[in-house]
């Protein structure tokens, strides 16, 4: 019998297992791509198909050697992905798919076009003008981890996004321009979202409670973040936890929608 024969006789419950693996592996390598953390996770395949190799060789010193490590080195791989298995966990709870518009909008990779279509020219356009009158901004937006459990903390709307609606929130006087908004499909979903506040990692002291929401909700969440300072007018990026201050808004409107593509 060839391996013809073999995929041939599989059951439907085999092909069910093997694309519930691929979409394991898809997500956890979203999770940790363009961070150190990916490397590991290469180490670790290569580390597992070395240790089914000499396993099938029938190599024992070896298997024993590599099946040693996957076996003791699950507790070192829970610390090292600390963070990578807190976001993984996040997300499958906090995606209420009932919620949905649709299920495949989870799955990016079956869909041809984009899943995210916000008028991000309008949003940088936005917080290009506040930052010449410097008034504070923190603008999130939503990929693939539903923020409804954050949005419940503010105000929820339901307003298309233009450069004069975020202009309006964030005014100095409005009732709405405290806290962040959360920015969904082009659709200002909530305002006033009060953000889990990162304290741990090590910030210019010219930046405040704004950003380190900015770096809490990406750290902890797939978004991406705009922040506006208050004291200096800087425009601030955030992705994975970590930020940086753009000056160049055409370079900075790239980078956000190749990221949210």
């Given at each position: 019998?060839?391996?013809?024969?073999?995929?041939?006789?599989?059951?439907?419950?085999?092909?069910?297992?093997?694309?519930?693996?691929?979409?394991?592996?898809?997500?956890?390598?979203?999770?940790?791509?363009?961070?150190?953390?990916?490397?590991?996770?290469?180490?670790?395949?290569?580390?597992?198909?070395?240790?089914?190799?000499?396993?099938?060789?029938?190599m024992e010193l070896l298997s024993g050697i590599f099946g040693g490590f996957?076996?003791?080195?699950?507790?070192?791989?829970?610390?090292?992905?600390?963070?990578e298995i807190r976001k993984f966990l996040l997300m499958v709870g906090s995606?209420?798919?009932?919620?949905?518009?649709?299920?495949?909008?989870?799955?990016?990779?079956?869909?041809?076009?984009?899943?995210?279509?916000?008028?991000?020219?309008?949003?940088?356009?936005?917080?290009?003008?506040?930052?010449?009158?410097?008034?504070?901004?923190?603008?999130?937006?939503?990929?693939?981890?539903?923020?409804?459990?954050?949005?419940?903390?503010?105000?929820?709307?339901?307003?298309?996004?233009?450069?004069?609606?975020?202009?309006?929130?964030?005014?100095?006087?409005?009732?709405l321009h405290d806290g962040a908004i959360i920015i969904s499909n082009n659709?200002?979903?909530?305002?006033?979202?009060?953000?889990?506040?990162?304290?741990?990692?090590?910030?210019?002291?010219?930046?405040?409670?704004?950003?380190?929401?900015?770096?809490?909700?990406?750290?902890?969440?797939?978004?991406?973040?705009?922040?506006?300072?208050?004291?200096?007018?800087?425009?601030?990026?955030?992705?994975?936890?970590?930020?940086?201050?753009?000056?160049?808004?055409?370079?900075?409107?790239?980078?956000?929608?190749?990221?949210?593509?």
């Amino acid at each position: 019998m060839n391996i013809f024969d073999d995929i041939l006789n599989l059951r439907l419950v085999d092909y069910i297992d093997v694309i519930l693996v691929a979409l394991l592996l898809y997500y956890l390598y979203k999770l940790v791509k363009g961070t150190v953390a990916i490397n590991i996770f290469l180490g670790i395949i290569i580390i597992y198909g070395a240790w089914k190799l000499t396993e099938f060789l029938n190599m024992e010193l070896l298997s024993g050697i590599f099946g040693g490590f996957m076996r003791v080195g699950i507790i070192a791989l829970i610390v090292v992905f600390q963070p990578e298995i807190r976001k993984f966990l996040l997300m499958v709870g906090s995606t209420n798919f009932s919620r949905r518009r649709k299920f495949l909008q989870q799955l990016k990779f079956l869909k041809t076009e984009a899943t995210n279509e916000s008028d991000v020219e309008s949003v940088i356009s936005a917080c290009s003008k506040m930052s010449m009158s410097k008034t504070g901004a923190l603008i999130v937006f939503e990929r693939n981890n539903n923020l409804d459990f954050l949005s419940e903390s503010g105000d929820e709307m339901n307003i298309k996004v233009t450069q004069p609606i975020i202009e309006s929130i964030f005014f100095k006087n409005s009732p709405l321009h405290d806290g962040a908004i959360i920015i969904s499909n082009n659709i200002v979903k909530a305002t006033r979202v009060v953000l889990p506040v990162n304290n741990e990692k090590h910030i210019p002291q010219r930046f405040g409670l704004r950003h380190r929401a900015a770096i809490g909700v990406t750290e902890k969440t797939d978004a991406l973040a705009l922040a506006v300072s208050e004291e200096t007018g800087h425009i601030s990026y955030f992705k994975d936890g970590e930020f940086v201050v753009f000056e160049d808004t055409t370079e900075l409107t790239k980078m956000i929608k190749n990221d949210l593509a």
